[in-house]
């Protein structure tokens, strides 16, 4: 079955250092792919998202390329900030027949902490 | 505009009974998800309810089962609990014409005795 797979954490970094959060993806058909983040104490938000080969999401400072060849959606921020603090999570969704998206299928995520 | 809400935030049950949570979806959201966190994973989908019908269900057992009003707001109900169902559940809205979007609530977080 579909799959994702996340860079293992805890992610530790100081403010304004490059930030990687591997992902990569296993799906029979032609997925979108998100990333969400989970502050602590809040529900999950988008964060952004790709729906077709070599779409970039883009949002927050932070980007995402949607790579078919090597199955991947890498996550990346040029400077983080300690207010990205937070667990991310690398998704995959194929499209229902009757429109909308089928269900979500999450990696397990990857905790990020930024210090000053 | 609120977003999505669930209640109760936590709760305690002790093995065997049930368990009903509840989440009323974002104003203009008619599609409801129930995902299951457990501790340090991603969230698994439970099942997904459009028009008060399942429209689509995870590899979860029986003794979850669901509901959807026809004001959109759903349950989440779990039968003969069992320690292993202790997780966080997320309630998660969207519009069936929009699609990717997900908006998910804080969560109810159940722990099993």
């Known amino acids: 079955g579909d799959s994702v797979t996340q860079m293992e954490g805890p992610v530790t970094l100081s403010e304004e250092a490059f930030l990687t959060i591997n992902c990569t993806y296993t799906?029979?058909?032609?997925?979108?792919l998100f990333w969400y983040v989970q502050y602590p104490g809040e529900g999950l938000q988008l964060l952004l998202k790709?729906?077709?080969?070599?779409d970039k999401g883009s949002n927050k400072g932070f980007e995402a390329t949607y790579r078919k060849e090597t199955t991947s959606f890498h996550l990346e921020k040029g400077s983080v900030q300690v207010s990205d603090s937070a667990v991310y999570f690398c998704?995959?969704?194929?499209?229902?027949?009757?429109?909308?998206?089928?269900?979500?299928?999450f990696g397990a995520g990857t905790r990020l902490a930024v210090h000053p | 505009d609120a977003g999505v809400t669930q209640s109760p935030t936590h709760l305690i049950k002790t093995r065997g009974q049930q368990v009903t949570l509840r989440c009323s979806p974002k104003?203009?959201?008619?599609?409801v998800s129930w995902y299951q966190q457990a501790l340090g994973q991603g969230p698994q989908f439970i099942f997904q309810?459009?028009?008060?019908?399942?429209?689509q269900r995870g590899n979860f057992p029986d003794r979850f089962s669901g509901h959807q009003f026809p004001n959109y707001s759903s349950e989440l109900n779990v039968n003969a609990l069992l320690l292993g169902d202790s997780a966080l559940y997320l309630c998660?809205?969207?519009?069936?014409?929009?699609?990717?979007?997900?908006?998910f609530g804080e969560g109810s977080r159940l722990t099993v005795l």
């Open positions: 104003s203009g959201h008619d599609t």
């Open positions: 790709a729906t077709k080969a070599d």
């Open positions: 998660a809205s969207s519009s069936g014409q929009i699609t990717g979007e997900l908006f």
């Open positions: 309810y459009y028009e008060e019908e399942e429209r």
């Open positions: 799906a029979t058909g032609y997925p979108s």
């Open positions: 998704a995959l969704s194929d499209l229902l027949f009757s429109g909308g998206y089928n269900k979500l299928i």
